[in-house]
């Protein structure tokens, strides 16, 4: 069973001015896609899990090349699928309450994930994981994730933002913060707390 690159759910250009055309079809079309292709590469002749999130959670068994392709399969899967043209504004319901309750508002949780965002040294990505009731932020490097039973915070990501140059730099360069800024204006707040539903009740 081999792992396909999954179609992006909004046209190229919907997110702009937030994310641009350019940036959008060559981080789809070629990076998630050379993830899809070398993951699959590397799992020839392997027993795998049949489920992504499964290969994540036993990612110590396997060399670099699944975890650093599996990581990145997965990682940009999700990322897609919290972002949206018509995003942005806050959550609400019980996942906003859930926010208040984890960071104080929803303005500090920003600022929280934007400092761990901004610091992560190099490439990686930052998130929101949880774990029960609880929400937090953390980061990542390269292409690690929360899932990985190798990972620093373990839990279950329901947002989480890339931070490689190729994520940012055609239209924001080396400015990272403003990259940053600028996301929230497309985040799928339904979807995040979909994800944050479904991992409570797993
Ligand atoms: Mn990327």
Request: include cysteine.
């Amino acid at each position: 069973m081999a792992y396909t690159l999954p179609s992006l759910p909004y046209a190229y250009d919907a997110l702009e001015p937030s994310i641009d055309k350019e940036t959008m079809t060559i981080h789809h079309t070629k990076h998630h896609q050379a993830y899809v292709d070398n993951l699959n590469k590397a799992l020839e002749g392997k027993d795998a899990p049949a489920s992504l999130e499964d290969l994540m959670a036993n990612i110590s068994k396997y060399d670099k090349a699944v975890r650093n392709n599996g990581g990145g399969h997965y990682n940009h899967s999700l990322f897609w699928e919290v972002l949206s043209p018509s995003g942005g504004g806050a959550p609400t319901g019980a996942f906003a309450d859930c926010i208040n309750k984890c960071f104080g508002s929803f303005e500090n949780m920003k600022a929280q994930f934007e400092e761990k965002a901004k610091t992560q040294f190099g490439s990686g990505w930052a998130w929101i994981v949880t774990n029960g009731d609880t929400c937090q932020v953390t980061s990542t490097p390269n292409q690690d994730n929360p899932l990985m039973d190798i990972a620093e915070v373990q839990g279950t990501p329901i947002f989480g933002v890339d931070v490689w140059e190729h994520a940012y730099y055609l239209k924001y360069q080396n400015k990272r913060p403003d990259y940053l800024a600028a996301i929230w204006n497309v985040v799928n707040w339904e979807e995040v707390a979909r994800r944050w539903e479904a991992a409570k009740n797993k």
